[in-house]
């Protein structure tokens, strides 16, 4: 895990404050500090950081750090250290406080993947803003005996795994995607032989594990998961790394299987799968684009009659780009398919709203 802390060259009160952490953590995270911009950019390109976490939030050169770190993937952090305080912004120019909230101050705090309060007041405060949901309260050890430095900094790192946690998708290598789709076929079929290629997984040293699993738990699919490795025989590594939990987007729930968002199966084929599609339409998730696959590989699929009711509720072409991304997903046979894939700007959509939903 490698983090960057950026704070204000002249407030020596945080500059203690992540020297502690930076101290503490060391041995733990490839962890450094910078207070201008010229230092971060340059630590921006030789460390790579993972995580940005930005102290302060009146700079405005800490917001232009913050805006170019999320660019090159790096999730943002904040810790106000006091300063979104009633009594602190009161106290700016007004010109000066409407145009940085205005203009990035609240975009700032808003798309942070938390933010660390330092006390319960504070946290109380800035949850009246509204702006961001996602709030630890973390007491600061150089300004109270509540809480050790060492306990200061554990609660910190959990955060920051936590962090790391999160959209766990976004960080998976190609070589892992493609031995979940290989993973998912198994857990769907039940046979290791309806898995053409099983290169993906062959090296299964080289698969993230742990981002795998954390990806799975997040789309309750881990029951296909767990069941596509037995199938498959693989060898997970004898320890991964404990889960603390992660953050998520204020829309996010855990996806709910498809029966109880449609119904149950009625007797009807047909019906029961244009339900599922109209459902996965509305949005899509790895969950029932799985029961769908599953649904589709049934031996009482009617292709023909499926294509007509989906044509008669204008639902054809979107199952044509749905056909080609789950192909890609789960890695479903073109004779199990109703109509035949379609790879187009419809497809695209389907694509960037599957693998986003979980983004900060």
Same mark, same amino acid.
């Given at each position: 895990?490698?983090? =960057?802390?950026?704070?204000?060259?002249?407030?020596?009160?945080?500059?203690?404050?992540?020297?502690?952490?930076?101290?503490?953590?060391?041995?733990?995270?490839?962890?450094?500090?910078?207070?201008?911009?010229? +230092?971060?950019?340059?630590? =921006?390109?030789?460390?790579?950081?993972?995580?940005?976490?930005?102290?302060?939030?009146?700079?405005?050169?800490?917001?232009?750090?913050?805006?170019?770190?999320?660019?090159?993937?790096?999730?943002?952090?904040?810790?106000?250290?006091?300063?979104?305080?009633?009594?602190?912004?009161?106290?700016?120019?007004?010109?000066?406080?409407?145009?940085?909230?205005?203009?990035?101050?609240?975009?700032?705090?808003?798309?942070?993947?938390?933010?660390?309060?330092?006390?319960?007041?504070?946290?109380?405060?800035?949850?009246?803003?509204?702006?961001?949901?996602?709030?630890?309260?973390?007491?600061?050890?150089?300004?109270?005996?509540?809480?050790?430095?060492? #306990?200061?900094? @554990?609660? =910190?790192?959990?955060?920051?795994?936590?962090?790391?946690?999160?959209?766990?998708?976004? &960080?998976?290598?190609?070589?892992?995607?493609?031995?979940?789709?290989?993973?998912?076929?198994?857990?769907?079929?039940?046979?290791? @032989?309806?898995?053409?290629?099983?290169?993906?997984?062959?090296?299964?040293?080289?698969?993230?594990? @742990?981002?795998?699993?954390?990806?799975?738990?997040? #789309?309750?699919?881990?029951?296909?998961?767990?069941?596509?490795?037995?199938?498959?025989?693989?060898?997970?590594?004898?320890?991964?790394?404990?889960?603390?939990?992660?953050?998520?987007?204020?829309?996010?729930?855990?996806?709910?299987?498809?029966?109880?968002?449609?119904?149950?199966? +009625?007797?009807?084929?047909?019906?029961?799968?244009?339900?599922?599609?109209?459902?996965?339409?509305?949005?899509?998730?790895?969950?029932?684009?799985?029961?769908?696959? @599953?649904?589709?590989?049934?031996?009482?699929?009617?292709?023909?009659?499926?294509? #007509?009711?989906?044509?008669?509720?204008?639902?054809?072409?979107?199952?044509?780009?749905?056909? &080609?991304?789950?192909?890609?997903?789960?890695?479903?046979?073109?004779?199990?398919?109703?109509?035949?894939?379609?790879?187009?700007? &419809?497809?695209? &959509?389907?694509?960037?709203?599957?693998?986003?939903?979980?983004?900060?």
């Amino acid at each position: 895990m490698k983090i =960057l802390h950026i704070y204000p060259k002249n407030d020596e009160l945080i500059r203690h404050h992540v020297r502690l952490i930076v101290d503490k953590l060391c041995e733990q995270a490839d962890i450094r500090m910078v207070d201008n911009y010229t +230092d971060f950019k340059q630590h =921006l390109q030789t460390q790579e950081p993972d995580i940005l976490h930005c102290h302060g939030c009146w700079s405005s050169i800490i917001a232009r750090a913050a805006y170019a770190a999320e660019r090159q993937g790096a999730r943002i952090i904040v810790t106000p250290h006091g300063q979104m305080e009633p009594w602190i912004v009161g106290q700016q120019a007004v010109h000066e406080k409407l145009g940085k909230k205005i203009l990035w101050q609240k975009r700032l705090l808003s798309r942070a993947y938390v933010i660390i309060t330092l006390g319960k007041l504070e946290k109380e405060n800035f949850q009246k803003l509204g702006w961001n949901n996602r709030i630890e309260e973390i007491h600061n050890a150089v300004t109270t005996n509540t809480i050790t430095p060492a #306990e200061m900094c @554990r609660k =910190l790192f959990d955060v920051y795994q936590r962090v790391m946690d999160s959209n766990t998708i976004e &960080q998976l290598d190609m070589m892992s995607r493609a031995a979940l789709a290989t993973i998912l076929k198994a857990g769907v079929t039940g046979d290791s @032989r309806w898995c053409a290629s099983t290169e993906a997984v062959g090296r299964t040293g080289d698969i993230d594990w @742990r981002r795998l699993l954390v990806y799975a738990d997040h #789309e309750n699919i881990r029951n296909y998961v767990d069941y596509g490795i037995s199938v498959l025989g693989l060898q997970m590594p004898d320890s991964i790394d404990h889960y603390t939990g992660a953050y998520f987007p204020d829309s996010y729930a855990l996806p709910k299987p498809l029966k109880e968002l449609v119904g149950e199966y +009625d007797g009807n084929e047909t019906v029961y799968l244009v339900k599922m599609i109209r459902q996965i339409h509305r949005q899509p998730l790895l969950l029932h684009m799985l029961e769908l696959t @599953r649904e589709l590989m049934h031996d009482n699929v009617n292709d023909d009659q499926l294509s #007509e009711a989906l044509g008669e509720k204008r639902l054809l072409n979107y199952t044509r780009s749905l056909m &080609q991304v789950l192909s890609e997903q789960t890695q479903i046979d073109e004779g199990y398919m109703p109509v035949a894939p379609l790879d187009n700007r &419809q497809t695209q &959509q389907i694509r960037k709203l599957l693998t986003n939903h979980l983004k900060i």
